[in-house]
């Protein structure tokens, strides 16, 4: 054999080099698909949450004022369990209306002109309302709340569409998303939501 025809090998060190490089190789293309799948599992359990459990809802309109604002973003707790005072979303015409609960299944709500609230014929304490109003209010006083549904109203009374108008009427408990628990946004409201 001629010497142009003699190949030189590579050595021990350079293999071993080239082996470790490969190595490395495998077991990046490894973590980063690891990573990226766990990503992806993260998001969709983040979803599911926000979407089952912890559903994420922006206030849209007066209704609620004082007590949230237009713009306010705020979670809910999906649950079927609430009580008169609790503030609960719910859908309505395709749309989600938020309103505090005022009377369950059963319960006589009475509304003097002035705006009072009785409910089984005792005066409401509503220290979250800054204004009392009877509002539009088109149902038939003295009223009861059907099986299954709750009576809700608006905290601004005087602007607030809720139980009081047979346009919206009383919830069905199917209809109801869940609870309002916090605000997140803005951050200076950030907090528990009474």
């Not at 089952?52 to 206030?59: A, D, K, R």
């Not at 209704?63 to 005072?85: C, H, P, R």
Request: hydrophobic share 45%; proline share 3%.
């Amino acid at each position: 054999m001629s010497e142009e025809n003699k190949m030189e090998l590579p050595g021990l060190d350079l293999l071993e080099a080239e082996l470790e490089r490969e190595r490395y190789k495998k077991r990046y293309g490894r973590v980063l698909r690891s990573t990226a799948f766990s990503l992806v599992v993260v998001a969709a359990a983040a979803v599911l949450i926000a979407v089952l459990l912890l559903p994420v809802l922006q206030i849209s309109g007066t209704s609620m004022t004082e007590s949230l604002q237009d713009e306010d973003i705020v979670v809910a707790l999906n649950s079927s369990k609430y009580k008169t005072g609790d503030i609960i979303a719910f859908y309505y015409n395709n749309n989600i209306l938020v309103k505090r609960v005022i009377a369950a299944a059963g319960d006589w709500v009475n509304i003097d002109k002035d705006g009072n609230v009785y409910v089984n014929e005792e005066l409401l304490e509503e220290p979250y309302i800054s204004e009392k109003a009877l509002g539009d209010c088109n149902i038939t006083l003295p009223y009861q709340v059907p099986d299954g549904r709750c009576f809700v109203m608006g905290d601004h009374r005087a602007t607030s569409i809720d139980s009081r108008n047979t346009a919206v009427g009383c919830v069905s408990n199917d209809m109801v998303i869940g609870k309002i628990l916090f605000r997140a946004w803005p951050i200076s409201g950030f907090g528990i939501v009474n």
